[in-house]
């Protein structure tokens, strides 16, 4: 289930919770972040190609890049038996900035973003169906978890530009990991 975890940035045990989609949509929205429900346009198998997964979101894909201007696509998919996955998962545990948009949406399985905006963390667990957008400059962190399994759609204005910027903020340590 898609959970959103509003937590004060100075206390990580004052939190309030939402399930519901437009609570979510709203709550993110107070923090610039686009919260969206995508449906697959053709059924799609657990063996699917990237491309095949693309084509099923076809229509939705094509809306966003042309409204956002995003230039390529692709697919990343991780599972318990990827190899370095513990490395992966470290790489974008603290908290960090992107001089563009990071967009996910998920195909398969979940994933918890982290934004810090507004005196506020909001820790957004998404499932399949999702989609987040997180614009550039906005400081966040990722955990896959100890156990990751997610496919997910990318979105990249230039995919060469997509590199983390850390703040220096230890932060993200004090709120709790994803599946731990
Ligand atoms: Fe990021």
Redesign the pocket.
Same mark, same amino acid.
């Given at each position: 289930m898609s959970l959103l975890k509003v937590f004060s940035d100075n206390n990580a045990s004052d939190f309030q919770e939402f399930t519901e989609f437009d609570e979510i949509r709203q709550q993110l929205a107070d923090a610039g972040i686009r919260f969206e429900r995508w449906q697959a346009e053709k059924d799609l198998s657990n063996e699917a190609t990237q491309d095949q997964i693309i084509e099923a979101y076809r229509e939705s894909i094509d809306k966003l890049k042309k409204e956002r201007g995003f230039i390529t696509v692709d697919v990343v998919s991780i599972h318990p038996e990827t190899p370095n996955h513990p490395e992966m998962r470290k790489k !974008?545990l603290d908290e960090?900035t992107?001089s563009e948009d990071?967009v996910r949406f998920f195909v398969d399985g979940s994933g918890a973003f982290y934004i810090h905006k507004n005196q506020k963390v909001l820790q957004m667990i998404c499932e399949r169906n999702d989609l987040l957008s997180?614009p550039a400059g906005t400081k966040?962190? !990722?955990d896959m978890g100890p156990k990751p399994f997610f496919k997910a759609i990318r979105l990249f204005n230039n995919p060469e530009g997509w590199v983390?910027k850390f703040t220096g903020d230890k932060l993200a340590q004090n709120y709790p990991r994803y599946q731990e």
């Open positions: !974008f960090h992107h990071e997180v966040h962190w !990722f983390a």
